[in-house]
C-alpha cells in the first residue's frame, strides 16, 4: 500500500518507503505544493485485512491530518469502497 502511495503521489527519490517516511511526505509536498490537499484510497481491502496495519496506518493519516489543521490548509482522505451487494429475498417480493 505504500509503494502504491509513493508511485501515486509521485513520492521525491528520499522516500524511505515505511511508515515514518510516509508522515514525513505526506506533511512536506513541497514537491506539489497546494492550497489543500485531498487523497482517495481504493483497494484498501488487503490493508483492512490486517487490523493491526490498517489501524497503524490510519493513526498516520490522523497525525498527518492533525498537523496541517495546525497550519490551517485543508487535508482529507477518503477512502473508496464498494457498497455490499443488496440481497433480496425472493419470497419478500410482492406480486
Not at 2 to 26: E, S, Y
Amino acid at each position: 500500500f505504500i509503494k502504491a502511495l509513493k508511485r501515486d503521489l509521485d513520492f521525491p527519490d528520499w522516500f524511505g518507503g515505511n511508515l515514518d517516511a510516509l508522515h514525513d511526505c505526506l506533511t512536506d509536498f513541497s514537491w506539489r505544493p497546494a492550497p489543500g490537499y485531498v487523497i482517495t484510497l481504493d483497494g484498501s481491502e488487503t490493508l483492512r485485512a490486517n487490523p493491526t496495519s490498517f489501524a497503524i496506518f490510519n493513526e498516520v493519516l490522523v497525525s498527518v491530518i492533525e498537523w496541517w489543521q495546525e497550519r490551517n490548509v485543508p487535508f482529507r482522505v477518503f477512502y473508496l469502497h464498494d457498497a455490499p451487494a443488496i440481497r433480496r429475498d425472493p419470497s419478500s417480493a410482492k406480486s
